[in-house]
Structure formats: C-alpha cells, structure tokens
C-alpha cells in the first residue's frame, strides 16, 4: 500500500541555520511529490511539488528538495532559515486511486529558536 | 479570486446532533475532495468527487455523506456526530492535472462533545 513516512515528528533549528525534513515514501510507480506547509490555524500552501526531470526542485520561501529514487526519498531543505518558516510541514504522494488522492505523512513541526 | 472558502471556522457539536460543512470554490476545478487532519496522523480522504453530480467514498467515509450538485459546491454532511469525529477538516480543489497541484481551504475545527 502507498504510504509516506515523516521520520521526524518536531525539529527545533536556530534562525539562520541550514534545515533538512526528512520523507519516504513507498509506492510502486513514478511518484507524483510534493511538500505542503501548514502555519498556525491556516490550511495548507504548496510548497514545491516533483513529476519528472531535474532531480532537485525548487519552491517558494527558498524551500528546494531532491528526489532520489533509489532511496524512496523526497527530502525538503532550506539553506537559512528564518523565524516565520516555523509550521508544521507535510509530504504527499499523489496517486491515480480514488480520483487523484494525495496521501499524507504524518507532518513535521519545525521550531525556530533565536 | 478567493479560492476554496469553507465555513464555518469553528463548530462546537454535541453528540447525536448533524451539521453541514460548506466548500466553494471559484476556480471551475473538477476534482474536489475532503479530508480530515488528527495529529501524528497527517490528513486522511474523507469523500472526493471528479465532476458535478459525480461522488464516491475515499478512505475513512463512515458517518460523513457528499452531494456535489454544482461545479462549484461540495458539502460535507454529518449525520450523527460521535467524539471520534472531532478533527480538522479541509476541502481541496484541483483541476485533475497534478501539474497545477491541489489548492486547499482554510479548514473548519469541529469539535464534537
């Protein structure tokens, strides 16, 4: 079955460091990806999101993440982090069931100390 | 352009009572779907549908019906709320093509006592 693992439930960084959000995911065909945030009592925004191509993407915000195949991994990064990045961040998988069905990890609640 | 707007925000049920969540959207996307967010549990199908008068039952459909009567309108129906029901709920929209990705609402927090 598809599913998508967030192994990090919080992660606290300081202002200005590099942030790394870990994500795998199983499913059998060529993945559709992507990455959501969620800020405080508001729904979720597209970060970035992965069909084809160039293994590394970019998003708003200064978000990129790579997708690497071999290990069902779709990692989210960002060089510097600032003070309102702090959210809650979801990977999705998107897939050709039940119309077209983005399945979710379970998030991963970024803190930001200054 | 608003988007997807749901109402209301906040929803106070006691057990047994039904509701109504509301979703619009104003993009003429064909695909809408509902979800329901626990933490740790990231965000779950409820119901989804692919076209107007066109509905069908995602993952966790149990309590909850859909009508899709227009382009625009997919509501959420609650027939008899249960505690288990408290959660987050949002509404997406998309066009299909995963190229354009999902827009969501806002979401509505229903808390069910």
């Known amino acids: 079955a598809q599913s998508v693992t967030q192994p990090d439930i919080h992660i606290t960084v300081s202002e200005g460091a590099s942030l790394e959000l870990r994500c795998n995911y199983s499913?059998?065909?060529?993945?559709?990806l992507f990455w959501y945030v969620q800020s405080p009592g508001q729904g979720l925004q597209l970060l970035l999101k992965y069909f084809s191509g160039d293994t590394l993407v970019q998003g708003i915000k200064g978000f990129e993440a790579e997708f690497k195949r071999s290990q069902s991994s779709f990692n989210l990064r960002k060089p510097s982090v600032h003070w309102s990045d702090a959210a809650e961040y979801f990977c999705?998988?998107?897939?050709?069931?039940?119309?077209?069905?983005?399945?979710f990890g379970a998030g991963t609640i970024l803190r930001v100390k200054s | 352009n608003a988007g997807v707007t749901q109402t209301p925000k906040f929803q106070v049920l006691k057990t047994g009572q039904s509701m109504t969540l509301q979703c619009a959207q104003d993009?003429?996307?064909?695909?809408m779907s509902w979800y329901r967010q626990d933490p740790g549990m990231g965000l779950r199908l409820i119901h989804y549908?692919?076209?107007?008068?066109?509905?069908d039952q995602g993952e966790v459909p149990n309590g909850y019906n859909v009508s899709r009567s227009t382009t625009e309108d997919f509501p959420l129906r609650l027939l008899s709320a249960a505690p288990s029901q408290t959660s987050v709920y949002f509404c997406?929209?998309?066009?299909?093509?995963?190229?354009?990705?999902?827009?969501f609402g806002s979401g509505t927090r229903l808390t069910v006592v």
């Open positions: 499913y059998g065909a060529t993945p559709y």
């Open positions: 993009m003429n996307h064909e695909y």
């Open positions: 999705a998988v998107g897939i050709m069931e039940y119309g077209n069905k983005l399945v």
């Open positions: 997406a929209s998309s066009t299909g093509i995963w190229a354009n990705g999902y827009t």
């Open positions: 549908s692919v076209g107007a008068g066109i509905t």
